[in-house]
């Protein structure tokens, strides 16, 4: 995730490009009381704040007591995030966590249910038993059969003693370059579930929001970066402690305006 303490001073110093077209950085640092070369270097991401100097220039710009606040916790933990291995390195240790799914075997599971059954097998009390797992997914016992055969089959389940069983090979990596799709098919069900969710499932034991923004296109790739980090924080969050119920998480990003013509 990246905490971004410089939206506020970048906004402020836009805002008076606005209002006056011969406002320049010079006057803009005049105002917060620091050197021009410092502000450059802030604005650019290249001179970290201290929280001193954070809450400083909060109160120059007349933030509120909360965005000050918010202010100085973002530049301590971008602080923070510039001392972690980068992305790389990080992506690198993951895939080695991960066995990638071929676009044969996903075209053969991308209902979204055989995920649902992986995951299902680390529920407590799990069972491959067709009519355990019909009940648990809202889905038909025959759907179940089937899936779990399957799932069998292509290797990806091992049945255990005890009516146990458990997914047998690490956890699966879909990459979507090449067979969209089955893929889209898949995310299409996600969203369709999350849907259903939204009417369905009381509010606390679900979460589920919308932003709505104008954006500059040239942050996008920046911007699936930063949900990538996030799911893998996410997941690493939720997956600990006694696992009791299967989620699915989704995440969209869209425009909803039309290009000029």
């Not at 991308?110 to 997914?137: M, N, P, Q, T």
């Not at 370059?177 to 579930?193: D, N, T, V």
């Not at 939204?198 to 589920?208: F, G, I, N, T």
């Not at 690493?236 to 006694?242: P, V």
Request: charged residues 30%; aromatic residues 6%.
């Amino acid at each position: 995730m990246s905490y971004d303490h410089r939206h506020w001073l970048i906004e402020r110093f836009e805002e008076g490009k606005r209002k006056n077209p011969r406002w320049s950085l010079r006057r803009f640092a005049a105002q917060l009381g620091v050197a021009p070369s410092a502000l450059s270097e802030i604005l650019s991401g290249k001179r970290p704040l201290s929280a001193k100097m954070s809450e400083r220039l909060g109160k120059k710009l007349g933030l509120s007591e909360a965005e000050t606040k918010l202010m100085v916790r973002h530049a301590l933990l971008s602080k923070v995030e510039t001392q972690l291995p980068d992305d790389g390195v990080i992506n690198a240790l993951r895939e080695d966590l991960h066995q990638k799914v071929d676009q044969e075997t996903f075209a053969a599971i991308s209902e979204w249910y055989y995920f649902a059954i992986l995951s299902l097998s680390e529920v407590k009390g799990s069972r491959f038993d067709a009519s355990w797992i019909s009940r648990r997914l809202g889905i038909s016992r025959d759907e179940a059969a089937v899936a779990m055969r399957r799932l069998v089959r292509l290797g990806l389940v091992e049945t255990l003693k005890g009516g146990k069983y458990r997914q047998s090979t690490k956890a699966l990596s879909i990459e979507t370059k090449g067979y969209e799709p089955a893929i889209r098919q898949f995310l299409h069900q996600a969203m369709a579930k999350a849907g259903t969710a939204l009417d369905q499932v009381p509010a606390e034991l679900r979460e589920v929001c919308s932003v709505t923004m104008a954006i500059d296109p040239k942050n996008l790739d920046k911007a699936r970066r930063a949900v990538k980090r996030f799911r893998q924080e996410l997941t690493d969050i939720l997956q600990r402690g006694s696992k009791e119920r299967v989620y699915t998480f989704n995440v969209q990003l869209v425009p909803l305006d039309q290009l000029p013509t």
